[in-house]
T-cell receptor, first 114, second 114 residues
Framework: SQTIHQWPATLVQPVGSPLSLECTVE??????LYWYRQAAGRGLQLLFY??????ISSEVPQNLSASRPQDRQFILSSKKLLLSDSGFYLC?????????????FGAGSRLTVL | GQQLNQSPQSMFIQEGEDVSMNCTSS?????WLWYKQDPGEGPVLLIA?????ELTSNGRLTAQFGITRKDSFLNISASIPSDVGIYFC??????????????FGKGTLLTVNP
């Protein structure tokens, strides 16, 4: 069966520090991968998605970047965090070609920037 | 871009009551999904709808894909305390290639008083 893991689960970082959130998927190959941010207002905002290794599409201009160094690994990064980067970050995956347009989410990483 | 209007934003109900929430869009979707998010967790898929007019149940949950393909509703019957959480609708319009992206509503926060 497929599983998705995110870490760390919780992170408190000072303004200006770097960030690295990691997401890995097990039990499948060549998944579509997504990073969402959920701010206090509850809505889910798509940040990045990837259809393959090294292929990253950015949805909104921001202080963050994403990378996919391996097939089942998706990393969200920042060189210098801003207060506005605080939020709940969710990684999700989808099996391409499955005909089921369903995203499966990880448990999330809560980032607080002070 | 595509916009989803989800209502109501929040609901406070007594245990045992039925609940109804809906999403509307100005765009036509070919997939509607309903997710539930427990506090501090990632959203979990409840029901997926793929055909206009489709009515699908999952236990006490029932969802329908609107005939116009621009709306969907979710009903919860005989609510229980563990139904508490945020419910999201999500729509997807396949635009070709490998570009699958979901548009999410802002969520309905459900509180159930025992």
């Amino acid at each position: 069966s497929q599983t998705i893991h995110q870490w760390p689960a919780t992170l408190v970082q000072p303004v200006g520090s770097p960030l690295s959130l990691e997401c890995t998927v097990e039990g499948t190959s060549n998944p579509n991968l997504y990073w969402y941010r959920q701010a206090a207002g509850r809505g889910l905002q798509l940040l990045f998605y990837s259809v393959g290794i090294g292929q990253i599409s950015s949805e909104v201009p921001q202080n963050l970047s994403a990378s996919r160094p391996q097939d089942r690994q998706f990393i969200l990064s920042s060189k210098k965090l801003l207060l506005s980067d605080s939020g709940f970050y969710l990684c999700a995956w989808r099996k391409p070609g499955s005909g089921a347009n369903v995203l499966t989410f990880g448990a999330g990483s809560r980032l607080t920037v002070l | 871009g595509q916009q989803l209007n989800q209502s109501p934003q929040s609901m406070f109900i007594q245990e045992g009551e039925d609940v109804s929430m809906n999403c509307t869009s100005s765009s036509i979707f070919n997939t509607w999904l309903w997710y539930k998010q427990d506090p501090g967790e990632g959203p979990v898929l409840l029901i997926a709808l793929y055909k206009a007019g489709e009515l699908t149940s999952n236990g006490r949950l029932t969802a329908q894909f609107g005939i116009t393909r621009k709306d969907s509703f979710l009903n919860i019957s005989a609510s229980i305390p563990s139904d508490v959480g945020i419910y999201f609708c999500a729509g997807q319009l396949y635009s070709g290639g490998s570009n699958y992206k979901l548009t999410f509503g802002k969520g309905t926060l459900l509180t159930v008083n025992p």
